[in-house]
């Protein structure tokens, strides 16, 4: 893969030639001036253009992956806190069901701040 500083160097210079050779074509009246750096200057932007593709496709999936691990971290909370809710309705022993409460919300809170991310 051609590094991108290059790759857009070489675009911009291959440009900057075709606009040259087309001064030179005019005073010259010679077309065959600028068809080298036109072609050039295409080809380049058609590579620029295909590694930027390349790039996004990366980043979505990158994007979609993190999006899928976040769900599943947010659904593993839940299934707790409903695991939690369970037992503290099963054996609601006073003692520990004010820790058990005070638990649950700070799961429900960290829940929240994740759905809210």
Known sequence: MIPRAWLLTSEYCALTISGIA???????QQALWVAPPLTLSLALNVINRESQ?????????????????????????????LNLQASLSENPEASQAE????L?????SALNRLKGE
Do not use: C, K, P, Y
């Open 22 to 28: 087309a001064i030179g074509a005019i005073v010259t």
């Open 99 to 102: 820790d058990f409460q005070r």
């Open 53 to 81: 593709f390349r790039r996004i496709d990366q980043t979505q999936e990158q994007l979609r992956a993190a999006s899928d691990l976040h769900s599943r971290r947010i659904n593993q909370i839940e299934m707790g806190l």
């Open 104 to 108: 649950m919300e700070d799961l429900q």
